[in-house]
């Protein structure tokens, strides 16, 4: 047990995901299902977490939570190799969670970064909820309850592993060695670390409506790519072009190979060529759109393809579902049983208390 390596990670059924999700962690966790490097893989859909900020909206978790669970099928997770699950339904993850409460400072949680910037983009301001506020702890309980050693995520969530680590730490430095440091696993690629939005601005978000959907028909991802922000100084064909901050080359970055330019583009060999041109002049932003577009559609028509397929059988897909949870369960409630016998609150299973007690007050 101690030598095996597990993995955990999951998204919040917020709306249906999108191609930042695919670079930043959908397509490495079908490579590791497939790689075997990892004895367990566990995916969920983080619905509880959802409703921290969604708490009087519950039918748009609910309505999200087949669309998340149709997109990581129609990536390629396979149910036969990774435990797909849904939050709520292990209640061990809350109980856990209250215990990590008692670990974590409010000036600690205020500190991290990921939570400032998620509540400034929300505008909560003062009016924090106090489960949207504490869900660094509800990860890490998520990340332990697993006992996951590798948590593939992109960038704007270290700070996050970074807690959860801490938390870890803490509790076996009080209670003893029960849970496992996880560590973080980053996209190889510094294009997917954060994939910008269709806007240019920082992040692709599906509030901000910069998203291209995995689901997308091939006219909607047409319109969003030839609409993308580029470079607002390449006015004419001939002005010298920017690539960095430059949306559609990001998504180069992220996407592009030489193989699509031998077969897709042969005036250049790579996409150092193209940069060096566009940024030289004489290249327009409209071509460089059209070969981001073919790149992308020839990515993700096999998704939609799949997608549809899965579609024809909602039922089997709760039962699957169902069978995850279950799993889940199974692996929590017994790190669970660990985590109670640590912290000394096995009252029913330990005989040597109740012996104890029962001799002790037999003598008063």
Known sequence: MANEKIILTGDRPTGRLHIGHYVGSLSRRVELQNEGDFSKMFVFIADAQALTDNIDNPEKVRQNVIEVALDYLACGLDPEKVTLF???????????????????????????PTVKTEI????????????????????????????????????DQRPMIEQATEIVRRF?????????EPQIMLPSNAACLRLPGTDGKAKMSKSLGNCIYLSETADEVRKKVMSMYTDPLHVNV??????????????????CTDDHFARLWTDYANLDELKAHYMRGGLGDVKCKRFLEA??????????????????????????????????REV?????????????????????????QAKRFSQQ
Do not use: W
């Open 86 to 112: 849904i939050q709520s339904q292990i209640p061990e993850l809350c109980e856990l969670s209250f215990y990590f409460m008692d670990l974590v400072t409010v000036s600690r949680l205020q500190r991290n």
């Open 332 to 356: 929590a409630a017994k790190t669970l049983d660990d985590v109670r016998k640590a912290m000394k609150i096995n009252y029913f299973d330990d005989a040597a208390l109740i012996a104890e």
């Open 238 to 255: 001939s002005d010298p072009g920017h690539v960095e901050g430059n949306a559609v080359f990001t998504y180069l970055d992220a996407f």
């Open 295 to 328: 790149i992308l559609q020839e990515k993700l028509e096999p998704i939609r393809q799949r997608r549809k397929e899965f579609e024809k059988d909602i039922p089997a897909i709760y039962d699957m579902l169902r069978k995850g949870c279950e799993d889940a």
């Open 172 to 180: 076996n430095y009080i209670y003893g060695d029960t849970l496992v």
């Open 120 to 155: 400034a983009m929300r505008g909560f301001e003062s009016s924090i909820p106090v489960g949207f506020f504490t869900y660094p702890i509800s990860q890490a309980a998520d990340i332990a309850a697993f006992r996951a050693t590798t948590v593939p995520v992109g960038e």
